[in-house]
């Protein structure tokens, strides 16, 4: 898909501090282009794609089978790219996501073995248009750290799946780092807010500018 905006996204597994760091580059993007910059959050985004982050993630009624997940993930994806993501890239907006494909390569296919991560990327990009982040910035700690910082909080479905998993979740986001290493930006999340914050600014008023 050709584009007039930039498009960069935000991947790692739990609670390594994408949320954190959204917000604060949000506050700066919108002190200084207010009105260009659009954030997007998967699954959701959307009427439909919130409808079916509560079936995979919160409702305990529902359990699905990994093929199951894995189309639901990428419906809620398909929905926010033709009703979201594609509009503001086109009139020339600056997208920011909060995950997108490169986590249904590491948790669908790298953690729950659905589908080899290729074919996972193949699909994905079919019914996408094949729009691929300008920048992905990735998040990366272990696990088991990362965990402690969720502390007392309630954990979804996913989060409720064992170490082993989780560490499968890093190594899939290792294999597509490996892949694309000029689209990806690894960061060492064990680093304080401030210093990660500075080095994902650095990054994206660099990208802003060329
Ligand atoms: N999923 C999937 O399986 N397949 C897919 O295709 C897609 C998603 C798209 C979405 O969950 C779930 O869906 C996710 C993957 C799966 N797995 N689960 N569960 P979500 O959107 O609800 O949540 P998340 O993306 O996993 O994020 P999170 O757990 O909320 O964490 P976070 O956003 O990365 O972290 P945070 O909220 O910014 O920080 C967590 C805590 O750490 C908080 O108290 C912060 O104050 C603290 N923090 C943050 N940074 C630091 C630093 N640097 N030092 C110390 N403390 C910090």
New binding site residues.
């Given amino acids: 898909m050709k584009r007039k905006g930039i498009f960069i996204t935000?991947e790692?597994?739990?609670?390594?501090?994408?949320?954190?760091?959204?917000?604060l580059l949000q506050e700066y993007l919108n002190s200084k282009m207010k009105d260009q910059v659009v954030f997007v959050?998967?699954?959701?985004g959307t009427t439909l794609g919130e409808k079916i982050?509560n079936l995979?993630?919160n409702d305990n009624d529902v359990r699905m089978c990994g093929k199951a997940?894995?189309l639901l993930?990428?419906a809620?994806?398909v929905e926010l790219y033709e009703k979201v993501i594609k509009k503001a890239l086109n009139e020339g907006k600056i997208v920011i996501a909060?995950?997108?494909?490169?986590?249904?390569?590491?948790?669908?296919g790298n953690?729950?073995k659905i589908m080899d991560n290729e074919k996972i990327l193949s699909i994905n990009k079919f019914f996408l248009d094949g729009l691929t982040p300008d920048l992905t910035i990735y998040?990366k700690m272990p696990a088991e750290k990362?965990f402690l910082?969720?502390?007392n909080?309630t954990?979804?479905?996913?989060?409720?799946?064992g170490m082993n998993f989780h560490h499968a979740?890093t190594e899939g986001y290792d294999f597509m780092s490996k892949k694309e290493p000029e689209r990806f930006f690894t960061i060492d999340?064990?680093?304080?807010?401030e210093?990660?914050h500075k080095q994902i600014i650095n990054k994206v008023n660099s990208l802003i500018k060329n």
């Fill in positions: 935000f790692g597994g739990e609670a390594v501090g994408k949320t954190t760091q959204i917000a959050h998967e699954p959701g982050r995979l993630l997940e894995l993930f990428m809620s994806r909060d995950r997108y494909y490169d986590s249904t390569v590491a948790y669908q953690a729950r998040l990362a910082r969720k502390g909080s954990l979804d479905k996913i989060e409720l799946e979740v999340a064990s680093k304080t807010i210093e990660i």
